[in-house]
């Protein structure tokens, strides 16, 4: 049985910053899509980052130059570096995995495996 479960999320001040975690049961990182996406109140979901199976990331516009995407295969854990925090960024953050080797942000509707959800709230 596949399980994401999200961590770290919570609150910050703009221009601070927050770690998010997602650990995997059930299946590995390793040569597949993997990703985090977000969703506000009252807007569509949107993809945050991914990393393909050959291990490059792809970036939203949005959060280029402030947020990290990494993993752990060992661990089986995927991370999302988030600094220099905007009021905009408030979302509950998912992540999610797919059996594709190659994808893009914005493939979040065929992503197969979704996490619960964590929520980040920033604050100005």
């Known amino acids: 049985q596949v399980q994401l479960v999200e961590s770290g999320g919570g609150s910050a001040q703009a221009g601070g910053s927050l770690r998010l975690s997602c650990a995997a049961s059930?299946?590995?990182?390793?040569?597949?899509?993997v990703g985090w996406f977000r969703q506000a109140p009252g807007k569509e979901r949107e993809g945050v980052a991914v990393i393909e199976g050959d291990g490059s990331a792809t970036y939203a516009n949005s959060v280029k130059g402030r947020f990290t995407i990494s993993k752990d295969n060992i661990k089986k854990t995927l991370y999302l570096q988030m600094n220099s925090l905007k009021p905009e960024d408030t979302a509950m953050y998912y992540c999610?995995?797919?059996?594709?080797?190659?994808?893009?942000?914005?493939?979040?509707?065929?992503?197969?495996?979704w996490g619960q959800g964590t929520q980040v709230t920033v604050s100005s």
């Open positions: 999610a995995v797919d059996s594709r080797y190659f994808c893009a942000p914005s493939d979040g509707p065929d992503f197969g495996y």
């Open positions: 059930g299946l590995t990182y390793n040569n597949r899509c």
